[in-house]
């Protein structure tokens, strides 16, 4: 059974700079790709990075450059490291990791609101 727990999300200003983490369990974790997504108000579950067991990285064009996804496989931990905020990036952030089948499973979110 996989468990994945998201946390980090606060409120901040505009420019301003969060670090999401997201915390899994389970026995496939270290052999899954991972990512997070982001849901804002209204809106379709949005993809916004990736990262591979090995560490192979991949990014959505509007948070290329701003954001950084990586991985600490011995914490079984996630994280994103969001730079540069602006009020768009406000949202529930959800943390996806996907086994070698196919199966995926989610977080719980976690929100980020940048005010201006």
């Known amino acids: 059974q996989v468990q994945l727990v998201e946390s980090g999300g606060d409120l901040v200003q505009v420019g301003g700079s969060l670090r999401l983490s997201c915390v899994a369990s389970g026995s496939i974790v270290s052999t899954s790709a991972m990512a997070w997504y982001r849901q804002a108000p209204g809106s379709w579950r949005e993809y916004l990075a990736s990262?591979?067991?090995?560490?192979?990285?991949d990014y959505a064009d509007s948070v290329k450059g701003r954001f950084t996804v990586s991985r600490d496989n011995a914490k079984n931990t996630m994280y994103l490291q969001m730079n540069s905020l602006k009020p768009e990036d406000t949202g529930v952030y959800y943390c996806q990791l996907v086994s070698n089948g196919g199966t995926g499973y989610w977080g719980q979110g976690t929100q980020v609101t940048v005010s201006s």
């Open positions: 990262v591979t067991s090995s560490g192979t990285t």
